[in-house]
């Protein structure tokens, strides 16, 4: 189970770290900014995460996370125009770390005997808010507090990962298809245009 955690995290962080370096060129920042911003997309929802359940101190802390985002940010600053050019490049590394990112928290979290819907909550913690402080430091409204289907997803897919856990479906069968279940809904979402229902009536929203 162990190395399968390592193996998900690492692309996790891959992903994010990517993901980072593609919304940091955008907003034209220098060579520290985008190392900055693609560090807390990585690390900041496990961090959080891990102070949460009083782990001291924090995973990346005790591993090679640091170097492989410092690699992962200098191979992306060499190849931003090629990602630039890419559609939605954006979204498929995002979506892809929201996955990785959920089924990580919930691993972790079950390791400790939580209660399931605390597992779920954890997961989604940890794929959601490294992407927060991300788009909060980039000047932009996170994708999560929109009308966007993106915590929903990580909900969905972290709720599986901890039924099939219970049924006794291996960790890697486990994560293969919870993870597959976040980047469905997430890919369903943004090509259908499915969003969550709106609190706000028509009017107020023409008042905006």
């Not at 990580?104 to 954890?122: K, M, Q």
């Not at 706000?200 to 023409?206: C, G, L, P, Q, T």
Request: charged share 15%; net charge neutral.
């Amino acid at each position: 189970m162990e190395s399968i955690a390592d193996i998900i995290d690492i692309l996790g962080t891959i992903a994010f770290a990517i993901s980072g370096v593609i919304t940091a060129t955008k907003k034209r920042m220098d060579l520290f900014g985008i190392l900055i911003i693609a560090t807390v997309t990585s690390v900041g929802g496990g961090t959080l995460r891990d102070l949460l359940i009083g782990k001291s101190p924090v995973t990346w802390l005790l591993n090679s996370t640091v170097y492989i985002i410092v690699i992962t940010t200098i191979v992306g600053i060499i190849f931003r125009r090629q990602l630039r050019y890419v559609r939605k490049s954006l979204f498929l590394f995002d979506t892809i770390g929201i996955a990785l990112y959920t089924i990580t928290g919930v691993e972790i979290a079950l390791l400790v005997n939580l209660d399931p819907v605390i597992c779920v909550a954890l997961g989604t913690i940890t794929a959601c808010f490294g992407g927060v402080i991300r788009d909060i430091l980039c000047n932009e409204i996170p994708v999560i507090f929109r009308k966007e289907i993106y915590a929903s997803a990580c909900i969905a897919g972290g709720s599986l990962y901890v039924i099939l856990h219970s049924y006794g479906v291996s960790s890697g069968i486990n994560a293969v298809i919870s993870g597959f279940v976040v980047v469905l809904i997430r890919t369903l979402a943004v090509v259908y245009e499915l969003q969550l229902p709106s609190i706000y009536s028509k009017a107020e929203r023409e008042q905006d």
